[in-house]
């Protein structure tokens, strides 16, 4: 059973634009919603995480929007920028119980100059 | 710091045979997990391993073992490969095994002919 939906599968946007990528879970337990980017070749690498404490976080251009009630959270790039193409995995896992994270599908996204 | 180094990055196997795969974690973690990555079923969680103890196992056949040593190393091990099996085998490391950032390697890209 998929337990995080993440959409949309790609997306391009143009350069200085802004990428906004969704996610649902359905495990109330998770505590912990982790995004990470991925550039082919390399592994996934963590952006930014939020905590269900909190309804928004921002880093730089990074923004994590969370909704508790909706079970929801995105991930919205400002300014998006062509060096910021790669893929997107939304994540979540229940802090207490260890490392294990479970993953979305994952977003392509392409930032066109 | 070094990161987290994985070693084979590329292997081809055939169908049937086992196959290790290393992984090394930042120097001062001690938890490590293992994340299958393909394009049909994402990132899947293998396992977890912290001070040489499986913490948590993902839902995958009893062929794909681990273990880790006291140096905080770890191997997979997948034995009677099959054609599935081929995918991008990714290792993560953290300090501790809850609260704590994961941080990805390049992973070994396994193909199994």
């Known amino acids: 059973q998929q337990q995080v939906k993440q959409s949309p599968q790609s997306l391009i946007v143009q350069k200085g634009g802004i990428s906004i990528i969704n996610c649902a879970y359905e495990?109330?337990?998770?505590?912990?919603f982790p995004w990470y980017q991925q550039f082919p070749g390399k592994g996934p690498a963590l952006l930014i995480a939020?905590?269900?404490?909190?309804s928004e976080k921002k880093e730089g251009r990074f923004t994590i929007s969370f909704n508790k009630s909706a079970k929801q959270f995105s991930l919205h790039i400002m300014d998006s920028q062509p060096g910021d193409s790669a893929t997107y995995f939304c994540a979540a896992k229940v802090e207490t119980s260890g490392s294990r994270l479970t993953f979305g599908e994952g977003t392509q996204l392409t930032v066109n100059p | 710091k070094a990161g987290v180094t994985q070693t084979p990055r590329y292997l081809i196997k055939t169908r049937g045979q086992q196959v290790t795969l290393s992984c090394s974690p930042i120097?001062?973690?001690?938890?490590v997990s293992w994340y299958q990555q393909t394009p049909g079923q994402g990132l899947q969680f293998l396992f977890e391993y912290f001070s040489e103890t499986q913490r948590n196992k993902g839902n995958f056949p009893g062929r794909f073992s681990g273990r880790q040593f006291s140096n905080s190393r770890s191997e997979m091990n997948v034995s009677t490969l099959e054609l599935g099996d081929s995918a991008l085998y990714l290792c993560?490391?953290?300090?501790?095994?809850?609260?704590?950032?994961?941080?990805f390697g390049p992973g070994t890209r396994l193909l199994v002919l």
């Open positions: 939020i905590r269900p404490d909190v």
């Open positions: 120097s001062g973690h001690r938890s």
């Open positions: 495990n109330t337990a998770f505590d912990y």
């Open positions: 993560a490391s953290s300090v501790l095994s809850i609260q704590e950032t994961q941080y």
